[in-house]
């Protein structure tokens, strides 16, 4: 199968070595946003052609490619845009799933998910689309995860838990069982949520207490 990845950066890299090394699909090119990277486009990254989308889109219809969006946390709204986009234009977008994860049933309900190495997904739980699932986390049984969400190395999730969207779990950080965590809130690394957390909100600590609001306007950004 030909896998365009669009980004090109340290997630579209661990994108190509997944596919690489663990499937037999064929990654034939890398593609950006001429707006965002005006001039600054490599003719080449890791050997592969890169293309600009609107190029892109005059080479490759649907029909011919599949795509996988490797777009990291920098700015967690812009994932959904790009995964909108590209959804509504007919391109296929496909899941990268380690080999060693563990997928208990069909669980899986959406696309463009990446799920590494050694992670953990129970029985009756469900995924929606565009969640980056980093490794060594573990989602517990009866868990809904939403979508567009990035949960880092070691995250934990209990037990008939649910995430909502544009959430961002940052590294060895825990939701307890039966917690409600709504729309664009982040929890920061090593911290243990215990309550149902409210959206565009930040979290920190054990347990975890919320101390900032997001802004509504942007969401959830780094620098």
Known sequence: MKIAIFGAGTLAKLALHYL???????????VIDRDKNLNKKPEKFYDKNVYYFDEFQDIFRPKEVKMFIAIAYKDMRN??????RINQLGYNLINIISNSA?????????KNNFIMANSV?????????????????????????GNHNFLA??????????IEDLCFLSFSSTVSDKIHVKDEVLLAANSFLDNNADKLRRFQGIPAIEYSKIDDK???TFP
């Open 79 to 84: 994932r959904k845009k790009v995964f909108d």
């Open 20 to 30: 690489t090394v663990e499937t037999d699909h064929e990654v034939i090119c890398f």
């Open 102 to 110: 563990i997928i208990c049933g069909d669980i899986i309900k959406g």
């Open 153 to 162: 190395a070691n995250v934990t999730i209990g037990g008939w838990s649910k």
């Open 218 to 220: 942007i969401g959830i």
């Open 121 to 145: 997904l129970e029985p009756e739980s469900s995924i929606g689309s565009n969640n980056l699932i980093w490794s060594n986390t573990t989602i517990c049984h009866n868990t809904i995860i």
